[in-house]
């Protein structure tokens, strides 16, 4: 896998990144759920040497935020008061596509296939 950008380019965009570790960690995982949905002739130029599209690294930055807010704490729902709490966290759309990207590729006239 061919980085589409550095934990630098990213932070240029993301101000208010995590820590260097962290940042690349996010832009792996990210990158590997968004190559799923680019198409495969793009990503094989990027692989074969081309240029990375410049939209491609804005997709990765504002993914690589969405994952990061899916894990904070802030976005959780509290259900009943302090002493009685239950925490719901809602599983984001971004944590949805790292654990099973969906198929882009339109289908007309025939039942989307579905995969186990």
């Not at 130029?45 to 894990?71: F, K």
């Not at 976005?75 to 302090?82: N, Q, T």
């Not at 925490?87 to 006239?109: C, E, H, Y």
Request: hydrophobic share 45%.
């Amino acid at each position: 896998m061919t980085p589409w950008a550095t934990p630098a380019e990213i932070r240029a965009i993301w101000a208010d990144a995590p820590s260097e570790g962290r940042l690349t960690q996010l832009l792996e995982a990210a990158q590997e759920s968004l190559e799923a949905y680019a198409p495969a002739s793009v990503v094989a130029s990027i692989e074969a040497g081309g240029t990375v599209p410049r939209r491609y690294v804005e997709a990765l930055a504002l993914h690589c935020r969405d994952v990061w807010g899916a894990g904070l704490r802030d976005s959780d729902f509290l259900i009943g008061d302090a002493d009685f709490a239950v925490r719901v966290r809602a599983m984001s759309d971004a944590v949805r596509a790292l654990l099973r990207p969906r198929n882009p590729v339109a289908r007309f006239g025939r039942r989307p296939e579905v995969t186990p």
